[in-house]
């Protein structure tokens, strides 16, 4: 009996249950040979579109739907008893019986025709508003007025249904949108909170060895540089921290209220690839001048972690296409993880100048190398996914989990790729305890102009 499964999407399963058993008291309890209800989302003056949701006997005809015809190409006499009552319902959407006294319908065979009283045709108006028709007839008698009474009463409760069902979905929908959004603003807070973690443990470690080194002379300049070059870092995300809470108050204020009646489209909302209002733009640059303050920060914490670091940076490599901000988070975040993996008297590298030949052209890399302990086969499928940790969930060493998420997300945006390998191939040499990860982050190279 349910029919139009587009604008049954649209309806809740108990708005169609009790039209079912509203159309079976119309034909079980009064008799009516045929019954349907008819919804409209749209009102379009010069042709409503009425769409069936439950029709009696759904045997009799085989819609179809985006024309509203039988098979045969005649429009059903109960879509076009429909319609026609639509357009005469008067602009004010004030409720009245409405009786069809009009010609029979010459679309059907003769014993089937519509006659003059025998059948009956109901607007579903609520607040004004028309939702769409009930219709009804019978061949045996004509309705009494008792009867017309009770199918007013049966088209009201169908109206008020309709009107509610409606409002609940556009609550419904703005619930949904509500948990979007926070979802996403969720999502920026762990982004930022988790970008703020490095900086704040190179300050750490600079101000460590700023107390054990402090003098008079300059010695400790690099050490100095490297505690500016970090705040400059840290202010720089409180301020888009604070960019965003205002653009998000902003937005906020500037909604208007909503018509439920209307039940806007709902919203896609798409989660920023890192902070709100910081889009990628793509540059020519060198490698080399991006990794050079990255290499002398990380000098300094493995100093303090009793590791060694290698940095093998060749000269005059070819220019990059990347984001400068952009590039540079994703090798801070592959270096600082290399440091905070690699154990005691370990060994962390960084070397660029890779290349690699695909049909879109030519790929430049950098490689961040460490010997710790490696990455289980279990765990490398999953080891981008946010707040994925794998076996280092249960390790004595914290984190986050979304260092290697972000780094991802980042280097796609940038028309990138980022490798992983693990085992390390030389991890078989005797000399190496463990197994080791490489990191290796490609990049497009810049078109000679």
């Not at 026609?84 to 089937?112: A, K």
Request: proline letters at 7%; aromatic letters at 6%; glycine letters at 6%.
């Amino acid at each position: 009996m349910p029919h139009s499964p587009s604008l049954l999407a649209h309806s809740s399963s108990e708005f169609v249950d009790l039209c079912q058993s509203q159309v079976a008291l119309l034909t079980q309890g009064l008799g009516a040979a045929w019954c349907g209800v008819y919804l409209t989302e749209d009102l379009v003056q010069s042709a409503p579109k009425l769409i069936p949701i439950v029709v009696y006997p759904d045997a009799r005809e085989v819609w179809s739907w985006e024309e509203g015809k039988t098979q045969e190409g005649e429009l059903s006499p109960l879509l076009a008893l429909s319609q026609q009552h639509l357009l005469d319902t008067p602009g004010s959407h004030q409720e009245q019986d409405v009786i069809n006294e009009r010609e029979p319908f010459t679309g059907e065979p003769e014993e089937e025709s519509f006659q003059p009283g025998y059948q009956v045709a109901r607007p579903l108006i609520y607040q004004e508003g028309v939702m769409g028709l009930l219709v009804a007839g019978r061949r045996e008698r004509k309705w009494t007025p008792e009867e017309l009474i009770q199918i007013d009463r049966v088209a009201r409760t169908l109206a008020i249904a309709r009107s509610l069902d409606r409002q609940q979905r556009w609550y419904r929908q703005q619930l949904h949108k509500q948990e979007n959004l926070r979802h996403i603003q969720q999502e920026v807070l762990d982004n930022l909170l988790h970008q703020l973690r490095n900086p704040m443990t190179a300050l750490r470690t600079f101000s460590k060895l700023l107390l054990k080194r402090l003098r008079f002379d300059d010695a400790n300049r690099t050490v100095a540089e490297g505690i500016v070059r970090e705040s400059d870092r840290l202010q720089g995300f409180l301020q888009q921290l604070d960019d965003y809470f205002k653009t998000v108050v902003t937005e906020s204020s500037l909604l208007p209220p909503a018509d439920p009646l209307l039940l806007p489209a709902e919203d896609q909302l798409v989660a920023p690839y890192l902070l709100p209002g910081k889009a990628i733009v793509q540059e020519s640059l060198a490698l080399e001048a991006i990794l050079q303050p990255l290499i002398l920060s990380a000098q300094t914490i493995a100093q303090e972690r009793g590791l060694t670091l290698k940095a093998v940076i060749p000269a005059r490599l070819p220019l990059v296409c990347a984001d400068p901000w952009g590039i540079r988070e994703v090798l801070s975040n592959l270096i600082d993880n290399a440091l905070k993996y690699t154990p005691r008297g370990g060994c962390v590298e960084i070397e660029a100048g890779l290349t690699r030949s695909t049909p879109h052209g030519t790929l430049q890399g950098v490689a961040v190398r460490d010997n710790g302990l490696g990455i289980p086969l279990g765990d490398r499928e999953r080891i981008f996914e946010r707040h994925y940790r794998g076996v280092q969930e249960q390790g004595e060493i914290s984190g986050s989990g979304l260092g290697l998420a972000i780094a991802k997300n980042l280097i796609e945006q940038m028309h990138g790729e980022i490798e992983l390998v693990s085992p390390n191939p030389d991890a078989a040499h005797p000399s190496f305890q463990n197994p080791g990860t490489t990191f290796i982050v490609w990049l497009p190279i810049a078109p000679i102009i």
